[in-house]
């Protein structure tokens, strides 16, 4: 069989249709995949823009399935990567007729280290003990080592880091129960697999791995593909970055201090140099008081410097200097303090970078509670990125249902730096001019106006009330949530709010109830995938623009500014524009499914812009009437009674 052999499937339908109850043929689906099949053949570069319901997901596993060749397919979240190997892969397999070795491969700070749980059982911790020898029941059942088996490793429970390693404090072949990790297990699985489903972090830590010179986490491959693609450029800037945080500092502290107490305590002047650091990094800690300016979470450092952070600082960089120092020489004693020491000449050396600032980059500080990461980030990450693109002579296929603005992928493909690429733009198959119903209230506030969150209450309050339920109420910040959430309790509603509960918990209790509301944020714009009656209403409050205050866009609109480009026109609209369409994406998820889509934003009529959003969204019908939209959710709330009732 051969890429192209899979992507024949879509011609003569006839096996999917055997294991597809009720398959559809879709002309975008077979375009993709004859796409995908010669990008596989010629080791081409392809970019494709999939609506919903395209079916990208098997337009791209059967040719690469097909194709008998070494594959990766990277997607955004962890969540994904468990949806295509529980559900997608062994689909593909089953229309293809034949099996492929398929491993799944994840970041480091997923899999139990062994090593790390012995030093935690001996750490004497009374509050995670009894936690502990669950973990320890689990590590002698567990074939993968996969702490997503156990728990959930985003909850940020401080558990996961006394139990997982990370590129920092991992011994690697120097580690007692080396034979027995779990990572190098799955990098193992990954190297002898046909098909590895990696994420996008991992992809990214694998490029900086191999420009840096220092080997690979991912294997090599014939093809490259990159589901969620629209997520690339905002996660290429963390990892062609460098970043220092507090707790990696206070982590070397902990370690450090550990291993003098088990080599006797016999070296006083070393475990001073442990407490100068961890003074000195409580003290900037300090510096930085209740927050960055007005309580902000993240400022540039030259916005937040003082003369007593500026102290702090050099107080910070001469401890660190002085204790990597003064480890060379005792790094013999045990293998435990030479990791230790390696990790303080590594922490040394990217304290130096991020500290420093040039037109290149920019230093950030971001504050997470009593915690903070000094960041240092590229203003420009289509270079580097385009770099490792050339440098590995595979396949590579970047695909999402959003990537174009106004029929266009040319913001997309520029932020990284991706050239002579084929590329196509492939419509939603769904009705969406008889199904939908586009909102735009008449006359609404302006966003920046003290009554618009008023204004938008009485029109969220009002839609509910005629879709009976059945609602997303999608905010582009955390005090929308908090506020349209109480709003919605005192008009006798009872939301689920993002921050009550874990998120996969909140998305469980709506798909339970087709009458529920949910109030929500970022995280809940993307990757939710709700079909039929049980979503018919989604409001999104505000444009989602991103923020000017943040750090990392300030200076790269300056840069903009200065090379004579428009940063709004060229990079906050277009960014906006993709995010939008990605949370409207989640209204029309099934040919079936009918809704209104609610954008309380009169900007999308009274800007000079407004036009270039409307013309990048799904074509649907519109209306400026609230009545008429009441009226349109109504129905499908009497006609799901009737049927419910029949």
Known sequence: MTAATGAALFEDDAALAAVLPGYRPRAGQAEMADAVARAIDESGRLVVEAGTGTGKTLAYLLPALASRRKVIVSTATRYLQTQLAEKDVPLAQTVLGRSAHTAVLKGRSNYLCLHRLELA???????????????REWAGRTKTGDIGEFGDPGD?????????????????????????????HARREAQAADLVIANHY?????????????GEVLPGADAIVLDEAHKLPDIAGRFFGQAVSSRQLRDLVRDGRAELEALGGDMPGLAARFDALGDSEGAFTESLGHGLGQGAMTQSWSEA???????????LIEALGALDEALDPATDRSEGLKSVARRALDLRARLALVVAEDGERVSWIERRGASWIWHSTPLDVATPFARAVESTPSAWIFTSATLSVKDDLGYFCARLGLHDVESKILPSPFDYENNA?????????????????????????ALINAAEGGAFVLCTSYRAVRRYGQALVEAGFEPLVQGQAPRASLLADFRTDTNAVLVATSSFWEGVDVRGHGLRLVVIDKLPFASPADPVLAARFEAMKSAGENPFMDYQLPQAVIMLKQGVGRLIRDAEDRGVLAICDPRLFTARYGGIIRASLPPMAITRSRSAACAFVDALASSAFETSSS
């Open 437 to 461: 119903l586009l909102y735009s209230p008449q006359r609404m506030p302006a966003p920046s106006a003290a009554n618009f969150d008023e204004a938008a209450v009485e029109e969220i309050v």
């Open 305 to 315: 410097s003082s003369p007593e952070r500026e102290a702090a600082r050099d107080t």
């Open 121 to 135: 059982e001996t750490s004497g911790d009374l509050y995670l003990g009894p936690r502990l020898r669950k973990v």
């Open 202 to 214: 991992l992809l990214f830590a694998d490029m900086t791995v191999r420009e840096a010179g220092f």
């Open 156 to 184: 940020g429970d401080a558990l996961w880091p006394r139990i997982t390693s990370t590129t920092d404090n991992c011994l690697g072949t120097d580690c007692p129960l080396y034979d027995q990790c779990w990572v190098l």
